[in-house]
Structure formats: C-alpha cells, structure tokens
C-alpha cells in the first residue's frame, strides 16, 4: 500500500483523540503511533512473511528449495522459513482458494479449455453471477494428458512430440557418429578454422543440442562441406555418418509434413507406419499400441472414421 492508501484507511478505523492518541472505532482501544504504523494490528506478521515466500516461490517459477538456501535467506529481508514449511501452507492456501472458489460456482456451470503455444492446456470454470459471466482458471498443464486423465476423457496426443521422442530413441544407435561430428564442429568454432571455413562457405559450424534432433540434421547436413574434409573422421566412420544423414533427410522430410494445416490423423498414421517399416527401432514409439499412446482403441477408431 502507498502512504495515501495508509492514510485513509486509518481515518477510517481510527480517531484522533487528545495527546496524539488514536482509538480504533471496531474495539476501542487507543494506540499512541503514527498513521503509517497504526495498520499493523490488521495484519499477521507471521503470515504476511509467508503470504511473501509464496508469492516470490510461485511468480518466478523457483523450487521449493530455493528458501533453503543460505544464499538467499542472507539477500531476503524476510524472516527465514524452510521447504517444508511452505510447502504445508501452500497446501493449506491451495485447500482455501480451492474452497473459495466451489463456494462461488452454482449448481450450473460449465468447462472451457484453452491451448497456449501449442504445449499448455487451461481448464476455467465459466458460470454467471449477479448477471457477470465469471471464468476461473481450476488448472493449467504443460500437456493436454494431466487434463484428459482429470477430466476421465480419451485423448489424442502432439504427433510431433512423439516423432521427436521416436528420431531421438533412433540417434541413440548412433551416439558414436554423433559424437564424432560434433567434436569435428567443435574444432571448426576455433578462429583459425573458422577463417579457412569462411573460403568454402558462409555456414557456422552447428553443435546440437537437447530440446530436439532438427539440429543434429544440421550439424551433419554441415560435415559434407568440402572444407572440413582434411579433419573427418576415419573411413569407416566417415561411411556410417554418410549413411545417417541419408536417415535424417527422410525424418526431417517426416516432420516437415507433419507441420502442414491440411494434415489428417489418418495422414499421421500413414506417415508413422511408413517410418516404423523403414525403420523398426521407431515402433516403440510410432506404433499404434506405442505405450506413450494414451488412448490407443480412440485413436484407431478416429483414423478408421477418418479413411472412410
């Protein structure tokens, strides 16, 4: 609260009686404090602290440990709390707002999901009150999974997502390879091969990384620049690499379609069977019975709709 806030509310709750005393209008009793002070009796320092813990915790995204860190009690000025014990209150605000929220809802309401960036699912509850159309937010997941097993609905799954986890499972038949190529770009970043890189081609040395495989394509797409020929590895690892750029090129042709508007979950299906014949390692997570399938009797029975 600003100080103008402060001030108003205590004239509100307080009058100015003789010797610079304030009695409260609710109990009685008179205080001899500064207008600024006089708020104080309304709030709880014990759960002010916390309120502050959990605010800071929950906004910037941080664990719970964070409060156990003697780094971070030293730079707070709150008082010092432990995991555990915020843990327990956020549990017990959880129970509250969750309690607040059933006591505001009717006997008529209803559902309305929303999907952020393609990657996080919100669940509001939409009812009417005193003629306002009111949305809560009861839950919010970075995958539509938490909300069809809490919602007890079948669901069809990112087929992208489960792509990436199928080219990853593969690459790890060739970590070896991988892992030649990318101390070979390692060796490119240096200035001194950098430079005589620059004489071939205007492409950066790639390294990957582990969000997705789309850049462990690039960086063996970038291993058939003539340049770096003289460091390649020996020739039958140099052969094991040619090969699997020829894999990747079909996985990135894969992804490329599975990115089109137009594409059907029959179309995804045909595309997933295809890659799993070619490539059987990929069954484990491509197959229509794939245990990272949530509803697998839904999905087949949506591509069989779908083709007729």
Same mark, same amino acid.
């Given at each position: 609260m600003n100080a103008a806030r402060n001030h108003d509310l205590s004239r509100f709750f307080f009058a100015v009686s003789a010797d610079h005393y304030h009695m @409260? /209008? /609710? @109990?009685g009793t008179q205080h001899r404090l500064d207008r600024s002070q006089l708020l104080d009796f309304f709030a709880n320092p014990a759960a002010s602290n916390m309120y502050q813990w959990i605010e800071w915790i929950a906004s910037r995204n941080m664990p719970l440990s964070e409060v156990d860190d003697p780094l971070t009690r030293s730079m707070s000025k709150l008082k010092a709390v432990c995991s555990k014990t915020l843990k327990r /209150? #956020?549990?017990l605000l959880m129970t509250a707002v969750e309690a607040q929220i059933s006591a505001e809802m009717p006997g008529l309401y209803g559902y309305k999901s929303t999907l952020y960036l393609e990657n996080c699912v919100a669940l509001y509850g939409v009812y009417w009150q005193k003629? +306002? *159309?009111k949305l809560v937010l009861l839950a919010i997941a970075p995958m539509e999974e938490a909300i069809a097993i809490l919602l007890n609905v079948p669901l069809i799954g990112c087929a992208s997502h489960r792509f990436n986890l199928a080219v990853n499972s593969y690459l790890s038949y060739y970590k070896t390879e991988v892992e030649a190529v990318s101390a070979l770009m390692a060796a490119l970043r240096t200035i001194n091969y950098r430079a005589a890189l620059l004489k071939y081609t205007s492409l950066s040395p790639r390294r990957p990384n582990a969000t997705g495989w789309s850049s462990t394509? !690039? #960086?063996v797409a970038r291993y058939r620049v003539d340049a770096v020929f003289d460091l390649t590895p020996k020739a =039958? =690892?140099?052969? +094991?690499? !040619?090969? *699997?750029l020829e894999d990747l090129r079909v996985f990135q042709s894969v992804t490329l379609k599975l990115q089109l508007e137009a594409l059907t979950l029959a179309d995804v299906r045909a595309l997933f069977d295809s890659v799993a014949e070619r490539f059987?390692? =990929?069954?484990?997570k491509l197959s229509a019975t794939a245990p990272i399938v949530h509803s697998p009797a839904f999905e087949v029975a949506t591509v069989k709709l779908i083709g007729n």
């Amino acid at each position: 609260m600003n100080a103008a806030r402060n001030h108003d509310l205590s004239r509100f709750f307080f009058a100015v009686s003789a010797d610079h005393y304030h009695m @409260c /209008y /609710y @109990c009685g009793t008179q205080h001899r404090l500064d207008r600024s002070q006089l708020l104080d009796f309304f709030a709880n320092p014990a759960a002010s602290n916390m309120y502050q813990w959990i605010e800071w915790i929950a906004s910037r995204n941080m664990p719970l440990s964070e409060v156990d860190d003697p780094l971070t009690r030293s730079m707070s000025k709150l008082k010092a709390v432990c995991s555990k014990t915020l843990k327990r /209150y #956020m549990s017990l605000l959880m129970t509250a707002v969750e309690a607040q929220i059933s006591a505001e809802m009717p006997g008529l309401y209803g559902y309305k999901s929303t999907l952020y960036l393609e990657n996080c699912v919100a669940l509001y509850g939409v009812y009417w009150q005193k003629g +306002q *159309l009111k949305l809560v937010l009861l839950a919010i997941a970075p995958m539509e999974e938490a909300i069809a097993i809490l919602l007890n609905v079948p669901l069809i799954g990112c087929a992208s997502h489960r792509f990436n986890l199928a080219v990853n499972s593969y690459l790890s038949y060739y970590k070896t390879e991988v892992e030649a190529v990318s101390a070979l770009m390692a060796a490119l970043r240096t200035i001194n091969y950098r430079a005589a890189l620059l004489k071939y081609t205007s492409l950066s040395p790639r390294r990957p990384n582990a969000t997705g495989w789309s850049s462990t394509f !690039e #960086m063996v797409a970038r291993y058939r620049v003539d340049a770096v020929f003289d460091l390649t590895p020996k020739a =039958t =690892t140099h052969r +094991q690499i !040619e090969a *699997l750029l020829e894999d990747l090129r079909v996985f990135q042709s894969v992804t490329l379609k599975l990115q089109l508007e137009a594409l059907t979950l029959a179309d995804v299906r045909a595309l997933f069977d295809s890659v799993a014949e070619r490539f059987p390692s =990929t069954k484990a997570k491509l197959s229509a019975t794939a245990p990272i399938v949530h509803s697998p009797a839904f999905e087949v029975a949506t591509v069989k709709l779908i083709g007729n």
